[in-house]
Nanobody, 126 residues
Framework: VQLQASGGGLVQAGGSLRLSCLRS????????VGWFRQVPGKGREFVAA????????YYVDAVKGRFTISRDNARMMVDLQMNSLKPEDTAVYYC????????????????????WGQGTQVTVSS
């Protein structure tokens, strides 16, 4: 399973970016998906997760009300809409996927996930 994350870039504080995650050559529909982020010298931090159905979502407190995770199973993609960005959101963002029979479960722990994308850099300037 190969995941591709895209959409990162440089933005000023208060701006927005939309990250996308897709599975190369196939669908993400059988997978629960999460987004994580990492800054140099620190561990990979959970950001947001979504169930297979897309009905269940969960966010780390630091991004609640600013970030929205969604999935379009017809387009076979999972997006992370990031609004009101802050300099402390600067990180490499990774999407991750877990093959699961459950359409409602969400997963917030790094060790839950089996497959990872390559990461996309998000830089927020002050």
């Amino acid at each position: 399973v190969q995941l591709q994350a895209s959409g990162g870039g440089l933005v000023q504080a208060g701006g927005s970016l939309r990250l996308s995650c897709l599975r190369s050559g196939s669908t993400l529909n059988p997978f629960a998906v999460g987004w994580f982020r990492q800054v140099p010298g620190k561990g990979r931090e959970f950001v947001a997760a979504i169930s297979r159905s897309g009905e269940e979502t969960y966010y780390v407190d630091a991004v609640k009300g600013r970030f929205t995770i969604s999935r379009d199973n017809a387009r076979m993609m999972v997006d992370l809409q990031m609004n009101s960005l802050k300099p402390e959101d600067t990180a490499v963002y990774y999407c991750a996927a877990l093959y699961t029979a459950s359409i409602t479960d969400i997963y917030t722990t790094r060790n839950n996930y089996h497959y990872w994308g390559q990461g996309t850099q998000v830089t927020v300037s002050s």
